[in-house]
């Protein structure tokens, strides 16, 4: 039985002190939620007051991002133990925003990844076809090929760790979600990924998130799929009615 996971991705938005009237308003909009995981994302600098705002209640945070190195003369990254200790529970990796601007490879994906269970921290790691590979019909190559790259060396023990989000990059911010049956088809051709490189248990036990668009309207018909076992939400994450609608799916 797969617990969901409904994930807010912040990007680059709210200040802190805007995090700490999200969590005052959406908290008590969340308590009763007992049938999903819930996570919200902020900002590095934002963090800390996510994880003062939340304590005590069933809301996790996580970072968006995190570098493989544990600490050095990196300037600008953040590690994932610092990320665990300032009280991180998840890191999105991989994101298609990350992948677009910022060169991120199936290559960082991977070492990203590992550095997060190291450090303790659940990574969600995103995968996704452009609106072009999906036209010329690439979309399972591009996703076999993200998770091969990116996932694909882990030992058994650290796959059991991770979650997987699949994002079609069309879908990202567009308002344009994919249908859930082409949802379903993604996820199940991932699932069929994760049986073949780490056996049946392995297949039946990961997340795969559905991650494009997804607001209070769509989200029960997504969710309503086998294969979907949750939401990364980013535009909807920010108003706490939205994101607590798509909680309590
Ligand atoms: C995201 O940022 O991961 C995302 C899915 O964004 P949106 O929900 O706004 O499409």
Redesign the pocket.
């Given at each position: 039985m797969r617990v969901p996971l409904m994930a807010g991705?912040w990007?680059l938005f709210k200040t802190a002190a805007e995090t700490t009237v999200f969590c005052e308003r959406f908290l008590p909009m969340v308590a009763a939620a007992s049938h999903c995981e819930i996570l919200i994302c902020p900002p590095f600098v934002n963090i800390p007051a996510a994880v003062a705002a939340t304590q005590g209640s069933k809301v996790g945070v996580g970072g968006q991002d995190v570098y493989w190195q544990k600490e050095g003369a990196f300037t600008g990254e953040v590690s994932a133990p610092m990320l665990k200790a300032v009280g991180c529970r998840s890191v999105?990796i991989g994101?298609?925003?990350r992948r677009q601007y910022f060169g991120e490879t199936d290559t960082t994906v991977f070492k990203k990844t590992t550095a997060a269970i190291e450090a303790g921290l659940q990574p969600i790691v995103?995968v996704g076809e452009t609106l072009d590979e999906r036209e010329s019909n690439r979309t399972e190559d591009v996703l076999a090929t993200q998770f091969k790259g990116g996932l694909g060396a882990l030992r058994p023990d650290e796959f059991a760790k991770i979650v997987i989000?699949y994002?079609p990059v069309w879908?990202?911010?567009?308002?344009r979600t994919a249908t859930p049956d082409m949802a379903a088809a993604a996820h199940k051709f991932l699932r069929d990924q994760v049986r073949g490189a780490f056996g049946e248990e392995a297949a039946q036990a990961v997340r795969i998130l559905y991650?494009?668009?997804?607001?209070p309207a769509n989200v029960k018909n997504l969710m309503a799929q086998p294969d979907i076992d949750g939401a990364?939400?980013?535009?909807?994450?920010l108003k706490p009615e939205d994101f607590s609608l798509i909680v309590n799916f």
């Open positions: 991705n990007k999105i994101h298609s925003e995103c989000a994002e879908a990202i911010g567009t308002g991650g494009g668009s997804v607001k990364l939400v980013g535009g909807a994450s």
